[in-house]
């Protein structure tokens, strides 16, 4: 088998066990073994086969066991692993990623592997190494760095390549993190590997293990076992339940720690994280002058209208706190709040510093920044120290780890005077304060919990979109992650507050399809708080962003009843109306919108817009008129006033100001329109120019004709015989 097939099968498996369709699932899996050669697990699977008969041949013969269902899950999830195991196994045989290609190693060296114990008393002994080599010389501080490091390295490969801890290695992992001799980032190291073993298969004691992790006492070991539960209940949310010390010991965790607040915050940063693609092209993009926008050469409208929302920022200025953009040209302002918030704006800046040699190690991708480390003190020693330079890479919380070893190897390339200006604009960061004060205060920014968890997410995905065999991985920020839809997460998390706080971020964020699947899962709760105004008025937007126009009718109107006459609700409700053809609903709300504002354009124009489609052509020429008046020069009021003179007989009106467009900057439709009106004044020479240079910047002669066509009934009505239609075309 090839590795697709070894794939295909290992899905097909896993989809019938999760369907509870057992019998199949131990039928294809029998034919997976046929090539097997690890005894063990081959009688582990007999066992599962035979246990599985057994309680068949039990109901069969109508035993009752209260155990059942017990049994029943214990027999999916050992099925589960098996599966998992044989895949492994035969993709080590196939697979040249680094990952089976350590995992052959390991196998090959076989019972001379290295043991968690005995890399633990390694690492724990590194401090006082370290300490007795610096009195000696630096050939012996060298080999208790390397000593150290290579401890490093084998544990990281160690535990990502380990698939499935027995009781043993489960308990050295445990005195591993309880150790107060190992250093913190050698332990922050380890619960990487155990999350990225976890992520390339499960094993329900190394989750376990990341929940030993969050409960520490460190910061940085806590939150790095926090964003690890996250990914791993996320990957396998569809297993959990098959694992019954998994609930119980969530539900221990969540009596001693806030683990539901701790989860929201992570689910809110890694959708935060997924988000930097778009902050990045945002950041290329702000450089470049708005391009104009592009307008379809002849649209079906009569007006030259864009049938489109009116306003460009059409949300409610009350939902205080969902939408907070800078105003136009203040993007230095907005990228730092971008970054206060969280976002990875460093991305684009650091992803080409990703050569050094340093980062050729996978685990160093994980390894938090670290000034003993060789490669840092070699460097640093070949520069004279600077000691002030890396107390601030150290504790600035606007870099995570990865970028700070960037930062400090290409620093190491700059000249001085440069080295000098970066330090300078990195202590700017707490202004206003001593020098030790600010690294106080960064050093305070840089150990919370948040800042801490925010970092670890972007070297996670650093590492997942830059390293250099990323093509092995499964993008763990390719999926959708809904912490909230997990099973096992649902007492804690399956609840409005937290729905609604997700959903107004979605909003902010402009995800308007995640955004309306929470509102209306709010609405289906029993235990939902009292719906406002604001709440439907949240809905309709995300519907009406999406198209969905008829059902942003319904919110707005629920928003309307709860709180009538609120000039938003009435202002959205007027466009849906508009945009789905119903224009006199629309031209209600649109009356009551301009008993607040009279003068205000947009509603003067859309007034206009709704009385012209509903053929009150007098009247639409009043409030165009006014238009006009309200806006100098205004080619929107004077296409409405062409029109609806056009349409009344009123052609040498109509004529003037479609003479005045094109002197303008005419549409495409613009010329079409100002034929008609030549036409039926019976300036046939003008006609034919007019229609010509409207047919010459049309996208394609068919589309020409199209909306000529559909312009017919006018022409009929002003007197153009139907015959002499299709002459004129030819003669075009």
């Known amino acids: 088998m090839n590795e697709q097939t070894i794939n295909q099968q290992h899905t097909q498996i896993l989809l019938l066990i999760h369907e509870k369709r057992l019998k199949e699932a131990l039928y294809q899996l029998e034919s997976y073994f046929w090539q097997c050669s690890d005894w063990n697990l081959k009688n582990r699977f007999e066992q599962i086969q035979l246990a599985y008969s057994y309680m068949l041949q039990y109901m069969q013969e109508g035993i009752a066991d209260p155990e059942r269902k017990k049994l029943y899950a214990k027999i999916q999830a050992d099925t589960l692993e098996v599966t998992d195991q044989i895949r492994l196994l035969y993709l080590d045989q196939q697979s040249n990623h680094l990952y089976h290609e350590y995992r052959r190693k390991q196998a090959f060296v076989g019972s001379n592997q290295p043991q968690i114990e005995k890399m633990r008393l390694v690492l724990e002994s590194f401090t006082d190494d370290l300490a007795v080599s610096c009195l000696l010389n630096e050939q012996h501080q060298n080999e208790v760095l390397m000593r150290h490091e290579e401890t490093q390295k084998l544990l990281f490969i160690h535990t990502w390549t380990n698939s499935s801890w027995n009781l043993t290695e489960a308990e050295q992992a445990k005195a591993m993190l309880a150790s107060e001799l190992v250093q913190e980032n050698d332990l922050c190291l380890f619960v990487s590997a155990v999350t990225m073993s976890l992520l390339a298969c499960f094993d329900v004691r190394k989750l376990l293990c990341l929940f030993d992790a969050y409960q520490h006492s460190n910061v940085q070991i806590s939150q790095r076992g926090l964003v690890g539960m996250a990914f791993v209940l996320h990957r396998y949310a569809d297993r959990l339940k098959l694992y019954p010390e998994i609930e119980n010991r969530l539900a221990s965790i969540s009596e001693a720690k806030p683990l539901d607040e701790d989860l929201m915050l992570i689910q809110r940063q890694i959708l935060l994280c997924q988000e930097t693609e778009k902050i990045d092209k945002k950041m290329r993009e702000e450089i470049i002058p708005e391009m104009m926008k592009n307008v379809s050469s002849i649209r079906n409208m009569k007006f030259g209208f864009e049938e489109s929302d009116e306003e460009k920022d059409d949300r409610n200025p009350d939902w205080q706190g969902i939408f907070d953009t800078p105003g136009l040209g203040d993007k230095l302002r907005e990228m730092n709040e971008l970054q206060m918030e969280g976002a990875d704006v460093n991305m684009s800046t650091f992803s080409a510093l990703k050569g050094f040699p340093f980062f050729r190690e996978l685990h160093h991708w994980f390894y938090p920044f670290d000034r003993k480390h060789s490669s840092v003190i070699k460097q640093s020693k070949e520069r004279g120290g600077e000691n002030d330079f890396m107390d601030i890479i150290m504790q600035s919380g606007l870099f995570c780890n990865n970028d700070k070893y960037s930062l400090f190897f290409i620093m190491q390339n700059f000249p001085q005077s440069q080295r000098d200006m970066v330090f300078s604009q990195l202590i700017e960061q707490a202004d206003g304060l001593t020098d030790q004060s600010k690294l106080d205060v960064m050093k305070k920014f840089n150990d919370r919990p948040t800042t801490v968890s925010n970092q670890y997410l972007h070297d996670l995905y650093r590492f997942y979109k830059l390293n250099q065999r990323r093509m092995e991985f499964n993008d763990i920020f390719k999926e ?3 912490l909230y839809q997990v099973p096992v997460l649902k007492d804690l998390l399956y609840h409005p507050d937290f729905l609604l706080n997700l959903a107004h971020y979605h909003l902010s964020k402009e995800h308007w399809v995640e955004t309306t699947e929470l509102y209306e899962t709010v609405l289906t709760m029993d235990n939902r708080p009292e719906i406002t105004d604001e709440f439907y008025q949240r809905l309709g937007y995300a519907l009406q962003k999406q198209g969905r126009r008829q059902e942003a009718i319904a919110a707005y109107l629920k928003a309307d009843t709860i709180k009538p006459d609120n000039v938003w609700t009435n202002r959205r409700l007027a466009t849906c109306y508009r945009l789905t053809g119903r224009f006199a609903e629309a031209l209600a709300y649109y009356r009551k919108v301009e008993e607040t504002a009279p003068e205000n354009k947009n ?94 910047l049309s996208e394609g002669r068919d589309l020409f004709i199209e909306t000529f066509k559909k312009d017919v009934p006018f022409l009929i009505d002003q007197g153009i015989a139907k015959d002499d239609i299709p002459l004129m075309i030819d003669l075009i």
């Open 480 to 482: 959708k992650i809904r």
């Open 603 to 696: 509603t003067v124009y859309y007034i206009a817009h709704c009385l012209a489609e509903l053929q009150q052509y007098d009247d639409a020429l009043n409030y165009f008129f006014k238009l006009d008046f309200l806006e100098n020069n205004s080619l929107k009021a004077w296409r409405g006033i062409a029109w609806c003179s056009f349409v009344q007989g009123k052609h040498e009106q109509a004529t003037k100001y479609y003479e005045k467009i094109i002197e303008n900057k005419p549409l495409p439709i613009d010329f079409l329109n100002a034929g008609h009106s030549y036409w039926v004044s019976k300036n046939m020479v003008k006609a034919i120019a007019m229609y010509s240079k409207a047919a010459e």
